[in-house]
């Protein structure tokens, strides 16, 4: 039994050739796991004290993540916020019930918290370019589908799309 997987068409070039988006829900790799993100270490907490951790790839990362569940556990998740800020000059994003720390700027840890996000929802994929006929002429895949991540696709599947030869 075959699965049609829904596509995003990204557009038309005049040379023919299609740029489609295309979820891949195989490709469940954690980024943490990817080895080229995640420089952060989180703590996914719920109001049940159900704690997610998951260990930054930074080994400069002055503290672990199970001292920092302890702390939790013992103290207001305010007080840990601050305790990271102030004490390790972490930089620490709540979002939710959950919390993210790095040595990162908060722009790079927002960046990473997407793919976090985008990698719990399953939401991964690659890109495909068509010629004209319908003939797959190139694709990739691995990526998780986050705004950033979508414009580098995009990006990277115009490129090959514009080398594609017109019929």
């Known amino acids: 039994m075959t699965i049609d997987v829904p596509r995003e068409h990204i557009e038309t070039l005049d040379n023919g050739a299609s740029i489609y988006i295309v979820p891949d829900w195989d490709y469940v790799v954690s980024p943490y796991d990817d080895g080229d993100y995640m420089h952060m270490s989180a703590v996914v907490c719920s109001a049940r004290d159900r704690y997610d951790t998951y260990e930054s790839c930074d080994r400069g990362m002055p503290i672990r993540t199970d001292a920092v569940v302890d702390a939790l556990r013992e103290h207001d998740s305010r007080v840990v916020v601050r305790w990271l800020r102030s004490f390790y000059g972490l930089t620490v ?23 976090l996000d985008a990698w719990r929802r399953g939401e991964t994929g690659g890109w495909v370019v068509e010629d004209r006929d319908g003939e797959r002429v190139d694709s990739c895949w691995g990526y998780y589908l986050t705004d950033s991540e979508r414009d580098y696709m995009i990006e990277r599947a115009r490129e090959v799309a514009q080398a594609v030869k017109a019929a």
Do not use: H
């Not at 709540?94 to 793919?115: F, K, Q, T």
């Open 93 to 115: 994003v709540e979002e939710g019930d959950d919390i993210y720390y790095s040595r990162e700027p908060v722009s790079a840890a927002r960046s990473e918290i997407a793919l």
